[in-house]
């Protein structure tokens, strides 16, 4: 059972465009929701973090949007720029002892020059 | 360098061997993971150890062993390899747990082939 369901699996950006990435949830106990962004040969890396007392969070040209009745949220990448082209992840950890981030599937962007 | 390191970065054996694959972390993390990611990029928890303690295990075949000498450090050592086991495997670890977590730091990787 995929507890955090990402889309699209991948994108092709233009240069200067607006990329974003969606990701719905089930588990209402989930508190934590992280964004990772992973070059080939590399470990993730995070991006940006949100938790579910703000419906926004943003950090130069990465912003999450949250909205916690939908159990949805989105990274949205400004201006996007072909350095930004990777493997992207959203993930999501409930606030409870011991457990561990469940990440979704992943989505590749490809931001054209 | 602050960091996540693993060793090999690569790693090709034959179906059957046993081989081990080393993480250490100099960041002062009280916790460490191993995730699995295969073919298709997707990111597997296999198993948490908080200061040496096994946390959790995730369905794991018991061929999977891993060992935490201490807190800095996680191996993962693993019998009679099989073709499935062929994908990137990487260490993570991260401070704090429930509402004082914060984000993991992931190593960069393993990537195991079997043949």
């Known amino acids: 059972q995929q507890q955090v369901k990402q889309s699209p699996q991948s994108l092709i950006v233009q240069k200067g465009g607006i990329s974003i990435i969606n990701c719905a949830y089930e588990?209402?106990?989930?508190?934590?929701f992280p964004w990772y962004q992973q070059f080939p040969g590399k470990g993730p890396a995070l991006l940006i973090a949100?938790?579910?007392?703000?419906s926004e969070k943003k950090e130069g040209r990465f912003t999450i949007s949250f909205n916690k009745s939908a159990k949805q949220f989105s990274l949205h990448i400004m201006d996007s720029q072909p350095g930004d082209s990777a493997t992207y992840f959203c993930a999501a950890r409930p606030n409870s002892g011991y457990s561990t981030l469940t990440f979704g599937k992943g989505t590749m962007l490809l931001v054209s020059p | 360098d602050t960091a996540v390191s693993q060793t090999p970065k690569y790693l090709v054996t034959q179906m059957g061997n046993d081989k081990s694959i080393k993480c250490e972390q100099n960041?002062?993390?009280?916790?460490m993971y191993w995730y699995k990611q295969d073919s298709k990029k997707f990111l597997k928890i296999m198993f948490s150890?908080?200061?040496?303690?096994?946390?959790i295990n995730e369905t794991v075949p018991n061929r999977f062993s891993p060992k935490s000498p201490d807190k800095a450090h996680l191996n993962l050592h693993i019998n009679s390899l099989e073709l499935g086991d062929s994908a990137v495997y990487f260490c993570a670890s991260s401070q704090g747990q429930g509402a004082f977590h914060y984000g993991y730091t992931f190593g960069s990787g393993t990537r195991l082939t079997v043949v």
């Open positions: 949100i938790r579910p007392d703000v």
């Open positions: 960041l002062g993390h009280d916790t």
């Open positions: 588990n209402t106990a989930f508190d934590y």
């Open positions: 150890y908080n200061n040496k303690e096994l946390i």
